[in-house]
């Protein structure tokens, strides 16, 4: 995988990784994503590709909350 500034990483961080292409910075309709993979330490795991500057990366998601949906 292209390496990846750490600003550049922080920022994806900042708008929850959904927004834009960490690298060129374009919007999510130009990003194609793979399927949300469950990893063994607790984590979800997914891959994307930018289609405008062909890179690559792989996001990272933690549980945040829990909601119940049986009131
Ligand atoms: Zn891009």
């Not at 309709?29 to 949300?36: F, M, R, T, V």
Request: aromatic letters at 6%; hydrophobic letters at 25%.
């Amino acid at each position: 995988m292209a390496k990846l500034s750490n600003a550049a990483k922080q920022r994806h961080l900042e708008t929850g990784g959904q927004q834009c292409c960490p690298y060129c910075r374009r919007d999510a309709d130009h990003i194609e994503y793979g399927d949300l993979t469950p990893v063994e330490d607790g984590h979800i795991e997914q891959d994307a590709r930018c289609m405008r500057c062909g890179r690559r990366w792989r996001d990272i998601f933690t549980l945040t909350d829990v909601r119940s949906l049986s009131d």
